[in-house]
């Protein structure tokens, strides 16, 4: 009998999204999805041989790739809470684009994918991880490419914010319930702390409240930069928005 794994995710990867899975795309997705579609799009086009999504989440880059190219398309996101809505997105495609998309549900460097595309996209992910995580990822994402391949990374914040911040995100109808919610980020020794705070709302006024708390750790785009030269990647002209970074993996 095969040695296969009932629960191959410790708790703290299956809940850290726990809350957040819920009001996500009914809150951000649209907005995410129409810069996805404008940060990345074109670079998905050009792909010959996969593409590659680290850190998925609920689908926007995934399906963007599927739609917008040819090619086989790997999606990891080990985060349970978070796959799911993926999957359930991934569900309401036709069968043939389906059969191009292979969700994996752990992490990069335990994933097993050597030279799979040609065109890799870190979108809303570098931010959440700790500094020694994120350099080894960046081996991980050279292993997955193949020498020549392009890796487009949305980079975090460069530094700590000097002041409490709200961004209040845009309220959504559904049926008989407005859901709404807010960002609140500040400084915390080295990290920053951004707290989600959802409302779902009827005519007689609030019915749910939930926050979650995730942490960010601040990096410039030199560090970034300098990060992943030692696993083979050198920076390109920079793009139109700032906020993404591409770089290219070396031929060896």
Request: with cysteine.
């Amino acid at each position: 009998m095969p040695d296969v794994s009932v629960d191959p995710l410790d708790r703290e990867r299956q809940d850290a999204y726990a809350i957040s899975a819920e009001f996500y795309d009914v809150l951000q997705a649209e907005r995410d999805g129409a810069r996805v579609r404008r940060l990345y799009s074109g670079d998905v086009g050009n792909a010959r041989l996969g593409v590659l999504d680290v850190g998925a989440g609920t689908g926007l880059v995934t399906v963007m790739s599927l739609l917008g190219s040819q090619v086989p398309v790997h999606a990891v996101e080990p985060s349970r809470s978070m796959r799911s809505p993926l999957m359930t997105r991934l569900a309401s495609l036709p069968a043939g684009l389906r059969t191009r998309v292979t969700v994996h549900p752990q992490m990069l460097d335990e994933a097993g994918l050597h030279g799979v595309a040609d065109v890799a996209i870190c979108h809303n992910t570098i931010a959440c991880l700790r500094p020694a995580s994120r350099r080894a990822l960046w081996p991980a994402i050279a292993t997955a490419l193949v020498p020549g391949g392009v890796l487009l990374v949305q980079l975090p914040p460069a530094r700590l914010p000097q002041y409490e911040t709200t961004h209040d995100l845009p309220t959504q109808r559904v049926g008989q319930h407005e859901y709404g919610g807010r960002m609140v980020t500040s400084a915390a020794m080295n990290r920053i702390r951004a707290r989600f705070d959802y409302w779902v709302r009827n005519e007689g006024g609030v019915l749910r409240e939930h926050n979650e708390t995730f942490w960010m750790w601040p990096a410039s785009r030199t560090k970034v930069i300098g990060e992943l030269e030692k696993s083979g990647f050198a920076p390109l002209p920079e793009r139109a928005d700032p906020a993404v970074l591409a770089v290219r993996l070396r031929r060896r």
